[in-house]
């Protein structure tokens, strides 16, 4: 995959995203070396957009590979990726949204992210930092206006290119909108062929908001994911159909 046939889209905000990206969540997470490893590696394949998170734990490895493909060669400047990460849902309070973006570019040893987005409509209490799980006596009421405020600043000060959210419906997104300055470029949901987000999609592309698709193929074989697009019959088919073609132009070829 070269990065110059990576398709790329013009978000709201006027940046090119790559539509073509690499997540960094796993469960449970590779040991640093590993991760740096795979990444340079995805650098040389040709990606170019690297998806990661506060909550993820791989922001760190992620900066070092960038900074080792540098080094490399691999890459001639650090214009040449597009980085996203997330605001955790600890910190999707007004005064912690800039402290949380200035630690994930500590992290990541960059000056600005391209895209960050706010990972979750969820506000939890701050305390409860290491909670993945939204437990009742951790959440508290969601400050939509606040947070956003406080994305919009970061935006402003070029500490991210673009911001946007993720996992939101078309209700938290009218509500965001009804409260923003900036719109959000981007909503990255749940998305595949067995969960296609019809309405949401028409919604956003109607305000002009890109929906980005997370677990594309849905996250087969981990610990969130579903066997329905990789074990479709239907999909099995084409496969097996597109696969029998190719062996036969093969055998013609040789």
């Known amino acids: 995959m070269e990065a110059k046939k990576i398709p790329e889209t013009i978000l709201n905000s006027g940046q090119k995203m790559p539509l073509i990206g690499m997540g960094t969540a796993a469960i449970p997470l590779p040991p640093f070396e590993t991760l740096i490893t795979i990444f340079i590696d995805a650098i040389e394949a040709g990606y170019r957009h690297f998806d990661t998170a506060a909550l993820y ?31 955790w849902c600890t910190k999707a309070h007004h005064d912690l949204v ?21 990972h979750w409509p969820v506000r939890l209490k701050p305390e409860a930092e290491a909670a993945a799980e939204f437990r009742k006596d951790y959440v508290i009421p969601f400050d939509i206006k606040g947070t956003w405020e406080a994305m919009e600043e970061c935006q402003r000060m070029g500490l ?57 193929l849905g996250a087969y074989k981990t610990t969130w994911g579903s066997n329905a697009v990789m074990e479709s019959p239907i999909l099995k088919e084409i496969a097996s159909a597109r696969h029998n073609r190719v062996s036969g132009s093969t055998e013609m070829d040789i």
């Open 57 to 87: 734990g791989s922001e760190e490895p992620l900066g070092q590979a960038v900074a080792k493909a540098l080094q490399l060669g691999l890459i001639k400047s650090r214009e040449e990726l597009f980085i996203t990460s997330k605001l």
């Open 98 to 118: 800039l402290p949380a973006l200035k630690t994930t570019l500590q992290k990541l040893g960059l000056e600005y992210v391209d895209l960050y987005l706010v």
């Open 160 to 216: 991210a290119k673009s911001i946007g959210v993720s996992n939101f419906g078309i209700k938290k997104i009218t509500n965001l909108l009804e409260n923003s300055t900036i719109p959000p470029a981007v909503n990255q949901v749940e998305m595949n062929l067995a969960w296609q987000q019809g309405k949401l999609r028409e919604f956003c592309k109607q305000k002009g908001i890109h929906v980005s698709a997370w677990s594309p």
